[in-house]
């Protein structure tokens, strides 16, 4: 038994190592400016997905361990452990309770990651539509005033030479005065 628990003891060690080479991974991925690459984040899906696997075995490795010493606490049962391996035993429990633990903090942890990828991502699509919307605003003025002045009706300063050039004109000042406005309000 005293073999079974030191095999143990080596399997946690593993999950240890595993959950700290996670836990780099995920303080690379906080390293990012503006907003995350697309690489950044598929490797974020990927952590996330791995410590999911990882919390299920830290998990079901507590419950194997409790079971054992459930079983070892019994009276009728023949798993008969004496002093030695009863504190072994003890102590793989700590040992795989501190491994669970720290799989559900670097969870936790590449949650708060995610939703502040998510966030910045949100962030820059707003930016993104604010533009796009400004945008569309100041590029409507001129096919409205070339429309009124495309149609076959008398319309003031039509027969003058410089009309068309008016009409130019006409179309760029609401976009400027736009544009001004939106700059002084802080919207652009």
Do not use: C
Not at 85 to 112: C, F, G, P
Not at 118 to 135: C, F, K, P, Y
Request: glycine residues 4%; charged residues 20%.
């Amino acid at each position: 038994m005293t073999l079974i628990l030191e095999l143990l003891f080596r399997l946690n060690d593993g999950y240890a190592d595993r959950i700290d080479k996670l836990d780099e991974i995920q303080s690379n991925l906080e390293n990012y400016h503006r907003r995350p690459t697309n690489d950044q984040i598929s490797q974020l899906t990927n952590l996330d997905k791995t410590l999911v696997y990882l919390k299920t075995a830290a998990h079901n490795n507590v419950l194997a361990i409790r079971q054992i010493q459930v079983m070892s606490d019994a009276d009728d049962d023949p798993l008969q452990l004496d002093k030695h391996e009863t504190q072994h035993l003890n102590d793989l429990l700590v040992e795989v309770e501190q491994s669970q633990s720290l799989a559900d903090i670097a969870a936790e942890v590449v949650e708060k990651l995610s939703t502040s990828y998510s966030n910045i991502l949100d962030n820059s699509l707003n930016n993104t539509m604010r533009l796009l919307t400004v945008w569309t605003l100041a590029l409507a003025f001129p096919p409205i005033i070339s429309g009124f002045w495309g149609m076959n009706m008398g319309l003031p300063l039509t027969k003058v030479s410089w009309g068309w050039e008016f009409s130019i004109v006409l179309s760029v000042v609401p976009i400027i005065g736009l544009l001004w406005y939106l700059r002084k309000h802080h919207d652009l």
